[in-house]
């Protein structure tokens, strides 16, 4: 069905994998085209209720093919680009309702990086490198990193990041904020696995709407964040799982969520 990324869905976790080894899994036009329908069918299959992205082989990914980006003209339209492209797979990632999580290993780089920002959590292995790579070759970060990073490592950490380009390794990204774990890399998938099923299996409206209400939050005023709030309580307090969470607390016993 795919010739560039690989999916799988194992109960409520479905895995995507970028699947260009050869070539780091930098992102060419077909990937674009096969991600963003990946996407789509674990946004959409109501049995999904959280989604892994993973690369295959030695990288996670190191961003954009130069090479396919150039190919057609010396000069493109690299906003043209960016519109059909990482513009819309960053925007598909951060509307799915549901917890997406980065397994992430080797290099990250360039928009590699900002797709693995557009990630909900982001579990890193030793072996993770990280950089905003776009300064050295002449551009200005893309594929929401300028939404992301700040958000994540401050004002400061980020202008540093994008203006230097000098790479991190996974201790220093997970002091700083920029991922949420580092394991040893032998237990990344086990890791990341275990955090899938755990988000699989909880209250899948209620973490929808966590997404949700914190992306909202840096763009809205406090009356803003309330309403968000109270129209999302709303439906949450009309889900199986809320009636399900308050009966196990008070029969003291761990809830069974369904997601619904």
């Not at 050295?136 to 992301?148: H, N, V, Y």
């Not at 209250?203 to 909202?216: D, M």
């Not at 406090?222 to 009636?243: I, K, M, N, P, W």
Request: a negative charge; charged letters at 25%.
């Amino acid at each position: 069905m795919y010739e560039t990324v690989l999916f799988d869905r194992d109960g409520g976790v479905a895995t995507i994998t970028l699947n260009r080894p050869e070539a780091l899994n930098s992102f060419n036009r077909k990937l674009h085209e096969e991600f963003y329908v990946a996407l789509d069918r674990a946004a959409e299959d109501e049995g999904v209720r959280c989604v892994v992205l993973r690369g295959s082989g030695r990288a996670f990914s190191t961003g954009a093919d130069l090479r396919s980006v150039t190919e057609v003209e010396e000069s493109p339209d690299l906003g043209s680009y960016l519109r059909e492209t990482y513009s819309r797979l960053v925007a598909r990632m951060a509307a799915i309702r549901k917890p997406v999580v980065g397994a992430l290993h080797g290099p990250v780089y360039g928009a590699g990086l900002g797709i693995a920002l557009a990630c909900d959590l982001r579990v890193a292995a030793e072996s993770a490198r990280f950089s905003m790579a776009f300064v050295r070759i002449g551009l200005m970060p893309d594929a929401g990193s300028s939404f992301f990073l700040p958000r994540l490592v401050g004002l400061g950490r980020a202008m540093e990041l994008a203006m230097l380009g000098e790479e991190l390794d996974a201790g220093e990204a997970r002091r700083i904020g920029l991922v949420n774990r580092v394991v040893p890399d032998g237990e990344l998938e086990a890791t990341v696995q275990e955090l899938a099923a755990r988000l699989a299996g909880g209250p899948t409206v209620a973490l929808g709407w966590i997404k949700e209400s914190l992306y909202r939050s840096f763009e809205s005023d406090l009356s803003t964040a309330l309403e968000t709030e109270a129209a999302g309580q709303t439906v949450c307090g009309r889900t199986e799982d809320f009636r399900e969470g308050v009966a196990a607390f008070l029969e003291k016993r761990r809830p069974r969520y369904a997601g619904r």
